[in-house]
Every structure is written in C-alpha cells, then in structure tokens.
C-alpha cells in the first residue's frame, strides 16, 4: 500500500509517497548506518538531481542499496 509521509528537509516541511515495503528499508538503512531516517531522508534529497521526484529518489536508494547488498554477498 502507497501512503503519504512527511518530513522536515532543511526546515522546510514536504510530503512523498511510498509503499511500505520501501518505508520499511529506509528504517532498515538508516539503522544500519546509523543516522536517523530524517537524515537519511535529507541526504538522498541532497543529493538527487534537482529534476527528479523525491519519491522516486527514495525508491532508487532503496533499490541500490539492495544492489550494492547482494553484490556483498548480503542478500
């Protein structure tokens, strides 16, 4: 199921959607590094190109990070 979520980036409020499942391994990257998942959040936001969907940018992070994982021999 997609549902809405918001967070605070750079003091400034936004919403995005995301299916669960994709909400559930931003908790799980976050966790392992670390860092809060606002932070996470605000990182990926930084660093995606300027054109692109907030929304869109989580998925892909979540699906490199995945990637990156079973390459490891992680997944």
Do not use: C, Y
């Amino acid at each position: 199921m997609i549902r809405k979520h918001s967070a605070t980036l750079h003091g400034h409020r936004t919403s995005f959607s995301l299916e669960d499942a994709f909400w559930d391994e931003l908790k799980i990257i976050a966790g392992a590094r670390g860092i809060s998942q606002a932070a996470l959040i605000s990182e990926i936001d930084d660093q995606r190109p300027p054109d692109s969907n907030l929304s869109s940018a989580l998925r892909l992070h979540v699906l490199q990070w995945l990637k990156d994982l079973a390459a490891e021999g992680g997944g």
